[in-house]
T-cell receptor, first 111, second 116 residues
C-alpha cells in the first residue's frame, strides 16, 4: 500500500468553479501535512501547510481528518492560473525527512 | 522569493559521462539538504539526504557509488551522476528546510537531465 494516495485526475473544471481534492495517508503516526503545487516541468512549490484545525488562505482551504487519515484541499472560484498538479505531502516524523509524496492530482481550469 | 537554487537547470550529455548538479541555499545555512528524482508522471522519490560535513544517507535502491553527494559547506550540496546512462534521465530536485520554518521543505528549481 502506498504511503500517500491521491486521485490522479485529471480534473477539468470551468473558471469560477469550486473543486476539492482528497488525499489519504497510511501511517497514523504522520505529523506534518502539506499541499504543494507543481507546474509542468517545474519544481514543487509550497501551497500551504495543513493544520489539525483546518486552515484557509484566500481561495484555498485545507483540512485534516486524523481519524480517517485524509487531507483535503478546496479551491474556490477557480482561476486559469490554478491549473497545475497538486501534490499531497506527508511527513511521518518531525525532524526527519520521512516525506512522502502523492503522485499528484492534475487540475485544468477551462475558460 | 527563491530560497534554494540549482545549477544547471538543464543538461544533455552522452552516455558514460558524469554530470554534477549544484544545490545552494540562499541567505540561510542548511546543514541538511535532500535530493529527489522525479520521472515523468510519477511522484518525487527521495534519493538521499545530504549532511554537511558527513556522509550522505542514501535511500534503499539508490547506488551511492553512482550518485555521489558532497556537502562541503553549509550552503552547497552537489550531486554527481557518474557514468550516466539513458535510464538516469530524469528531473533531479534538491530541497532544504529553512531554519525557523518547521518541517516545510523548499525546493530548488530542478535540473532536467537527458542522457543520450
Amino acid at each position: 500500500r502506498k504511503e500517500v494516495e491521491q486521485d490522479p485526475g485529471p480534473f477539468n473544471v470551468p473558471e469560477g468553479a469550486t473543486v476539492a481534492f482528497n488525499c489519504t495517508y497510511s501511517n497514523s503516526a504522520s505529523q506534518s501535512f502539506f499541499w504543494y503545487r507543481q507546474d509542468c516541468r517545474k519544481e514543487p512549490k509550497l501551497l500551504m501547510s495543513v493544520y489539525s484545525s483546518g486552515n484557509e488562505d484566500g481561495r484555498f482551504t485545507a483540512q485534516l481528518n486524523r481519524a480517517s487519515q485524509y487531507i483535503s484541499l478546496l479551491i474556490r472560484d477557480s482561476k486559469l492560473s490554478d491549473s497545475a498538479t497538486y501534490l499531497c505531502v506527508v511527513n511521518c516524523q518531525t525532524g526527519a525527512n520521512n516525506l512522502f509524496f502523492g503522485t499528484g492530482t492534475r487540475l485544468t481550469v477551462i475558460p | 522569493g527563491a530560497v534554494v537554487s540549482q545549477h544547471p537547470s538543464r543538461v544533455i550529455c552522452k552516455s558514460g559521462t558524469s554530470v554534477k548538479i549544484e544545490c545552494r541555499s540562499l541567505d540561510f545555512q542548511a546543514t541538511t539538504m535532500f535530493w529527489y528524482r522525479q520521472f515523468p508522471k510519477q511522484s518525487l522519490m527521495l534519493m538521499a539526504t545530504s549532511n554537511e560535513g558527513s556522509k550522505a544517507t542514501y535511500e534503499q535502491g539508490v547506488e551511492k557509488d553512482k550518485f555521489l553527494i558532497n556537502h562541503a559547506s553549509l550552503t552547497l550540496s552537489t550531486l554527481t551522476v557518474t557514468s550516466a546512462h539513458p535510464e538516469d534521465s530524469s528531473f533531479y530536485i534538491c530541497s532544504a528546510r529553512v531554519p525557523g520554518r518547521g518541517d516545510t521543505q523548499y525546493f530548488g528549481p530542478g535540473t532536467r537531465l537527458t542522457v543520450l
